[in-house]
């Protein structure tokens, strides 16, 4: 995965009801190796890290790059936003097209936050990237990322198998001006 081509990056924090959304600070680092590490958050994304190097890889600041959101409630991460732009050994029908990731701490789940926070991140795209299609993978065994995606009016472009399992590729047609 590639970066996005974002020339005002980082944009200024965006407010949704509940939640901010803004680029990862010095005080995220506890959070992200709690993210990374969690094998809850990762039991459709090929296992979780080992605790003990991400504590000595992760920088002091950690996903601090064009795209990376950090999910903040009442002034805590609760999960991250993902915008890349898909590579060439991505799926041939994705590549070169912003693909959405999201990952969100277990304690963070259930409540709408997922759908709240990526909603206002493709909201922020089409503003800054209009006319861009968003693609969108997730395992078919991920039901709830599957109804989230669903929500987001993203359609399947196609399933295929890959990691050991089923996985499933969705696309949103992207928001012009005129609709």
Request: aromatic residues 8%; negative net charge.
């Amino acid at each position: 995965m590639a970066e996005l081509n974002l020339e005002a990056w980082p944009p200024e924090p965006i407010k949704t009801g509940r939640l901010v959304l803004r680029e990862a600070e010095t005080r995220d680092r506890a959070p992200f190796i709690e993210l990374l590490a969690s094998p809850e958050v990762h039991t459709y994304l090929g296992g979780p890290r080992p605790r003990d190097e991400l504590e000595h890889e992760l920088p002091e600041v950690p996903e601090r790059w064009p795209g990376s959101f950090v999910v903040e409630l009442d002034g805590s991460m609760i999960g991250q936003i993902l915008l890349r732009r898909a590579s060439e050994n991505h799926r041939p029908a994705a590549a070169g097209k912003a693909d959405l990731g999201y990952l969100f701490l277990p304690r963070a789940w259930g409540f709408g936050y997922a759908a709240e926070a990526c909603a206002a991140a493709l909201d922020w795209i089409d503003g800054v990237l209009p006319g861009e299609p968003v693609v969108l993978a997730t395992q078919t065994a991920n039901v709830a990322s599957m109804r989230l995606a669903a929500k987001l009016g993203f359609t399947e472009v196609e399933r295929f198998h890959a990691w050991d399992a089923e996985q499933w590729l969705g696309m949103r047609s992207p928001v012009t001006p005129s609709d």
